[in-house]
C-alpha cells in the first residue's frame, strides 16, 4: 500500500469515517433531548475536520489545536492570499457552530439551543465536511 500510494486515501477514509460516526451519534443525542451532547460531539467531528484542513494544506497555529485557532489559521492564509480552502462566509459558520460547541461544553446545564437548531448545527457541519475537502 506504501509502494502504491495508498496509505493516504486509507487514512482519509478512516478519518472521514470517523467524523461522520460522530455527526451520527450527536443525531441519535439530539433526538434523545441530549443536546449539550450532541453539541459538543458534533463540534469535535468539526474541530477534526479543521485540524486536517490545517495540515493537509500546511498551515499553522499558535498553542493548542481548537476551533478558532484551526478557523483563524485557515482565514489568515486566505487574507494573505495563500490559499482559499474555504470563503469568509463560511468561517462565520464555522464560528458560530464553535460558539455553540463552546457553549455546551462549558455551562451544559444553561444550554438552551432547541433541538432544531442543534440539527440544524449537525447538518451544517455534515454539508460543510463533505464540500470542504
Do not use: C
Amino acid at each position: 500500500m506504501l509502494r502504491e500510494g495508498r496509505v493516504g486515501t486509507i487514512v482519509d477514509t478512516i478519518r472521514t469515517e470517523t467524523e461522520d460516526g460522530l455527526l451520527d451519534q450527536a443525531l441519535v443525542l439530539a433526538n434523545a433531548n441530549h443536546l449539550a451532547a450532541a453539541a459538543v460531539i458534533s463540534g469535535g467531528a468539526l474541530e477534526s475536520h479543521l485540524n486536517y484542513l490545517v495540515t493537509k494544506n500546511n498551515l499553522t497555529i499558535t498553542g493548542e489545536g481548537s476551533i478558532s485557532k484551526y478557523d483563524g489559521a485557515i482565514a489568515q492564509a486566505r487574507n494573505n492570499g495563500t490559499i482559499e480552502v474555504y470563503s469568509a462566509t463560511d468561517s462565520k459558520q464555522v464560528g458560530a457552530w464553535g460558539g455553540m460547541r463552546n457553549d455546551a461544553a462549558h455551562d451544559p446545564k444553561t444550554f438552551n439551543r432547541t433541538r432544531a437548531e442543534v440539527r440544524l448545527m449537525i447538518d451544517g457541519i455534515r454539508n460543510f465536511i463533505a464540500r470542504v475537502n
